[in-house]
């Protein structure tokens, strides 16, 4: 069955330091697809990013970079030079495709806190 | 651009009151829908998807009911509200042909 895991519950650094997120997933499929999300306070979900399981190139994106090792099923999120507006709760998810639609599964999420 | 409205913010509603919650997505066509439930503690539960008009499906037992009278809008749905059934309900989209789905604002339930 397509589980993921966020093993970190909360996260405390203080401002510009480095943090990584961890993420575990199990999956059968060959196929699927994973993805960060953040929440901040204010509760909505904002998608980060979306990784297919036949790519495995790292990805940066100012701050924001995310490692993608299928070898060990894991898609780390990593933070750099991390903010208080970081400050939120992030999701890992992953997708299988059902006959007509995308079931995401989500991980439990990792709260983060930046402290200034 | 697409954009996902959700109301109200926030309700307060007695225990065996009805419920109804509505989300509407602007800019695209046909979207796959989502009711999800976030509980206190984090977790995303999904509620119901749906594929097109008229056509809903229920990943969990529970005492609420989803509908989709238009193409873009999305209703959740109870007739007697239960103290379990607090939290915070998210609705969301996604294209036919894509994976990701995008959230609405949320809307943060209190059955007292």
């Known amino acids: 069955a397509q589980k993921v895991t966020q093993a970190q519950t909360e996260i405390s650094v203080v401002e510009k330091e480095d943090v990584t997120l961890d993420c575990v997933y199990e999956t059968r499929d060959t196929t699927y697809y994973l993805f960060w999300y953040k929440q901040p306070p204010s509760g909505e979900l904002v998608f980060l990013i979306r990784?297919?399981?036949?790519?495995?190139q790292n990805e940066i994106s100012g701050r924001y970079s995310w490692n993608f090792q299928k070898s060990t099923s894991s898609f780390n999120f990593t933070i750099t030079a991390s903010q208080v507006v970081d400050s939120a709760v992030y999701f890992c998810a992953l997708s299988e495709r059902k006959t007509s639609y995308d079931k995401v599964i989500f991980g439990p999420g990792t709260s983060l806190s930046v402290i200034p | 651009s697409q954009t996902i409205h959700q109301w109200p913010a926030t309700l307060v509603q007695p225990v065996g009151s009805p419920l109804s919650l509505e989300c509407t997505v602007e800019?695209?066509?046909?979207?796959?829908l989502y009711w999800y439930r976030q509980a206190a503690g984090r977790g995303l539960q999904l509620l119901f998807y749906?594929?097109?008009?008229?056509?809903i499906s229920s990943e969990v037992p529970q005492n609420l009911s989803a509908s989709r009278p238009q193409d873009r809008q999305f209703i959740l749905s109870s007739k007697k509200l239960l103290l379990s059934d607090s939290g915070f309900y998210l609705c969301a989209w996604s294209p036919p042909a894509n994976y990701e789905q995008y959230f609405g604002p949320g809307t943060r339930l209190t059955v007292t």
């Open positions: 800019g695209t066509s046909n979207p796959n």
């Open positions: 749906s594929v097109g008009i008229g056509q």
């Open positions: 990784r297919n399981s036949f790519d495995e």
